[in-house]
């Protein structure tokens, strides 16, 4: 699975106050961390980039750039900022826009900066017109009509990531297993095939520190047995790392592992929560055990849910 940097945003006090700063060493510091761990791309997440943010994402991009080579993902509802990124990369063909909706006026910006630098371009199934369609199938209408955009505009369906947009479990639990049945549908809908990617971070938002990596790891182990191709996910997250490639190896590392792998596995089946089998004693497996049961919609979530 590709994974998405996330660290370098200003949803982060410290990181916005380094940007607002132009402070280089403390930028350069977070890009080499993330590079170390073998991120596909690095986000730069700088917002709406408004009222004196001018000049920002170039800025970003050139003091990354100009030490190490590595792909970026221009993560701006800004259009102009979105392009002087694009522009200063000198392989535009292997970065990322994030992102587009179904929304015609951000649709048609970034599908045609998309075509235009060869870029890939994450897809959010949502407009301001129906914002997050509740299931399935209204997230595939939305999908529906963004592909009919690239396609006219010559971008193949592999430069193409759809995003579910998955919701936090403690604002509705329902939404974990709606989001992971659109990655099924997404993936079996175009032909030639979409990618998929999801915020995964989002999962969790709201939860309490002490459960967030636990829901995170879960979530991203079901949703990559229902055909999840890539995340964006805190990089510096090393259990979460650990996961995936035990996931993609099908090799545990650790007793709680086996649980992880057959947990992935029966999602790839289609199989259900009654499948999975673990040991009651492993106070790991239950935890496991039980953020599946919230993310299957089995359970209440509450924010204690994982207490043995």
Not at 38 to 60: C, F, S, Y
Not at 243 to 265: G, K
Request: charge should be negative; proline fraction near 4%; glycine fraction near 6%.
């Amino acid at each position: 699975m590709k994974l998405i940097g996330e660290n370098i945003h200003i949803i982060s006090k410290k990181t916005r106050e380094a940007i607002e700063n132009r402070d280089s060493a403390y930028i350069l510091d977070m890009a080499r961390r993330e590079k170390a761990v073998g991120v596909e791309w690095i986000d730069l997440n700088i917002g709406p980039a408004k009222k004196g943010w001018a000049g920002t994402m170039e800025w970003l991009s050139s003091i990354i750039l100009n030490e190490m080579a590595v792909n970026l993902s221009f993560d701006t509802t800004n259009s102009a900022e979105m392009e002087a990124g694009l522009k200063f990369h000198p392989n535009s063909g292997n970065c990322l826009i994030n992102s587009t909706s179904g929304d015609p006026e951000r649709l048609e910006n970034m599908t045609r900066l998309a075509a235009q630098y060869g870029s890939s371009i994450i897809a959010l199934t949502l407009s301001s017109e129906t914002g997050i369609p509740k299931d399935p199938d209204g997230r595939l209408e939305i999908a529906m009509t963004i592909l009919e955009k690239t396609m006219e505009l010559g971008i193949d369906n592999s430069k193409i990531l759809l995003d579910p947009l998955v919701l936090p479990v403690n604002v509705d639990q329902s939404q974990a297993m709606a989001a992971m049945d659109s990655i099924r549908v997404f993936k079996e809908s175009f032909d030639p095939p979409v990618m998929t990617t999801i915020g995964l971070s989002n999962v969790s938002n709201g939860s309490p520190k002490e459960v967030r990596g636990l829901i995170n790891r879960v979530f991203c182990v079901m949703a990559m047995g229902c055909g999840l191709d890539s995340a964006i996910v805190d990089a510096f997250d090393t259990e979460l790392l650990r996961v995936i490639r035990v996931v993609e190896t099908q090799q545990p590392e650790r007793e709680a592992d086996s649980v992880l792998i057959n947990l992935h596995n029966i999602m790839q089946g289609f199989g259900e929560l009654a499948d999975l089998s673990y040991n009651k004693h492993n106070p790991k497996e239950v935890e496991i055990f039980k953020t599946a049961e919230i993310l299957f919609n089995k359970n209440i979530y509450a924010h204690n849910y994982a207490e043995y």
